[in-house]
């Protein structure tokens, strides 16, 4: 259910009258879009025409608002349906399409061939009220003339859009709260009647406790001090780190150092040391109370679960107290759900199965090893507070990936890519199939258009293109599943939210079948058949990977191919802005890299390298793929100078926010390893390199300017 769509104050009736009698309201798409059952279809139409229509969802699966005119549009938001009614009936706006799978005129035509005249109920009810009260499930939908398939029946189309409808609402049921959780135990969970464990008892160590190893004797009496709290006993503390020639005050023999290196990763070590049936992690700045491992230990003894987490209680300056219950289900995490890993209890043998923590990881609140366990079953939401920790700000949620930490988006982004198993079925690939990738994001009229013109274009036979939606509005996912229902060639993937470039890519890749990828720009036209000749270089088996001639809507060039004019230094595009013709010297000339706008690679590399980097927030992460791709092939990229593709570099909304920290990653990994200077190629392209240039960013791009010799 969308937020903000429940619960109607007050009824406005007659506009729900209206929309009723007019025919076109479609009480099951619109249940199916909002998530929610109704009485009745009147109280379905007075809510899509108090919060639906407001929200932009439509009545109809065959109404697309963005093909509205915009006084439409805002009529529509306002629940204005005499003004939207009005627009569909009125014969003089027939002219123009509904929506992709409705267009007025051609049903028009239609009726009137069929009754060599136009019916009066056709005049009454308009085209298309009228084409819902006569279609049978075999009639073919009056789509506009041109389109690369044949349109679809009334029943496939129908039942492709509900199904959009109910996979959006149960993916945002699957999204974390934009309100933090706030609860308290009521009764302790181990007081329920089962038969208590054995934690007080003799033996070894019923819980091994991980921390780091602080600096001072005073932070390694505090973590002491905590487990001596601890209502369970049966427990020993690993403190991981370099004790650096210190004695350390340790009081406890259940407590013992595991000498580490500074830059080790303090949790998997002592993962692996642990002997304690369970393992927990002392993260610091965590104070946790006294039952928080006993509760824990009890609770996943008699649920038969491996892991689970409780709440934490945040603390900020002012003295606001918030209590947060972290997520616990898979599509939740995946889709940005938070979890304390301070509150995080599992059996060791589970926590080691998975593979511990993700390497190098610099996170605060870890979910990778959560998003592990919870791949592997479930994970348990602990009804209690296990811990009180002090922060400068209290967090909030996060529902998008836009503005996310990089570590963060590299641990989500191999939740979504099982990469083990993209390399075993790489075998299972067709021979010969070419598999296109177009990532969107908030666009459907602009990426339908790239991919019809490829498909219009292209003579390579066997084709297959998978949109991948990152958590588009509804609206425009219905638009985009609209225009290519029965379309065998198109597959369009939805995520739940925008989680970028390089995890929509690697998604579309891991679920496509050929042997041959292309990755494709939304934002991207051409009208020449330019692919087969970029295949082509791939039969070189030394070359890594193709690029077309990018070229503005001016026709002058918007890269042909991607150089390192500074020594050690970042790449650039080659030869922007000059005539086409002036990439034909390409032909014979080797390259570092090429752009992802449009880029043709095989996928046993990409299966091998486990795709682009999601590290990387919109930005970098073609360059990156690129050399790590040389290293398998040191043939490298190609230009095709013979084939060229207009793009409209920008136009994706969330490019270019991450430029500083993008640039940051990138020189930490490649520093020292980097080509350059290749002021060779434009002298070879009769060019002479006038001055070197930059964009001012702390981490420069250069800007060369070149003059023809």
Partial sequence: MRSGLRGVGGERRSPAMVLLRSGIFDAEYYSAA?????????????????????????????????????????????????????????????GEPFGPLFHPRVHVARVEAEHGGRPEELRTLGPLAHFLATATPHTPMPVAPGGSAAPPTYAVAREALLAH???????????PGTELSVHEAGATPWRRGQPPLPMQGPGGPLVTVVAPLQPTPAAVSAAELILQGQTLHRWELLLVGDPGGRELPLRDGRARVVPASPDADWRNIGLAEARGTYVAFLMPGHHWRPDFLLGAV??????????????????????????????????????????????????????????????????????????????????????????????????????????????????????????????????????????????????ARMTGDAVETLLATTSVPDIEVTVVDNGSPTELGQELTARFVGEDRVHYRRLPINLNFAIACN??????????????NNDTRSDTDWLPAVLAHLDDPLVAGAQPVLLYPDATIQTAGTVFPYPDGLACHFLVGRPYLDALPTAEMTFHAATAAALVMRAEDLAALEGFDPHYVNGMEDVDLCLR?????????????????VHL?????????????????????????????????????????????????????????????
């Fill in 34 to 94: 909002v998530g929610e059952v109704f009485p009745d279809r009147r109280a379905a139409a007075r809510h899509c025409v108090d919060l639906g229509m407001p929200a932009r969802l439509s009545p109809t699966p065959f109404v697309s608002l963005g093909y509205l005119p915009r006084r439409v549009q805002l009529a529509w938001t306002k629940g204005n349906v005499g003004k939207v009614l009005g627009y569909l009936q009125d014969e003089k706006n027939w």
């Fill in 165 to 175: 409808a109910r996979l959006v609402d149960a993916q945002e049921r699957d999204l």
């Fill in 298 to 443: 009890q609770w996943l003894n008699d649920s038969g679960h491996e892991a689970g987490h409780a709440a934490v209680s945040l603390h900020d300056a002012t003295g606001q107290v918030t209590v947060m219950a972290g997520s616990a289900d898979l599509p939740t995490l995946r889709a940005g759900g938070w979890i304390d890993v301070g509150t995080l209890v599992c059996r060791t043998e589970a926590a080691l199965a998975v593979g511990g923590f993700e390497p190098g990881s610099r996170l605060g609140a870890d979910p990778e090893l959560a998003i592990r366990l919870a791949s592997r079953g479930r994970l348990d939401a602990f009804p209690f507070v296990a811990s009180d920790r002090m922060v400068d700000v209290l967090p909030q949620r996060q529902s998008t990936a836009a503005g996310a930490d990089g570590d963060w988006l590299a641990v989500i982004g191999h939740a979504w890519v099982d990469w083990d198993a993209v390399r075993t079925r790489a075998t299972e690939r067709v021979p010969g199939r070419v598999s296109v990738v177009v990532p969107t994001f908030n666009d």
């Fill in 507 to 520: 998604v579309g890749f891991a679920e496509s079948t050929g042997t041959r990828v292309v990755f494709l």
């Fill in 629 to 645: 791709a040389r290293e398998l092939r040191p043939g490298g990229f190609r230009v095709e100078p013979r084939s060229s593709v």
């Fill in 649 to 709: 570099e920008g136009k994706t909304p969330g490019r270019g926010k991450r430029i500083p920290q993008n640039r940051q990653f990138f020189m930490e990994r490649w520093h020292g390893r980097l080509p350059g200077p290749e002021i060779d190629k434009y002298e070879r392209a009769g060019f002479t390199l006038v001055r070197l240039d930059d964009d001012g960013q702390p981490i420069p791009s250069p800007r060369p300017v070149i003059a023809a010799r």
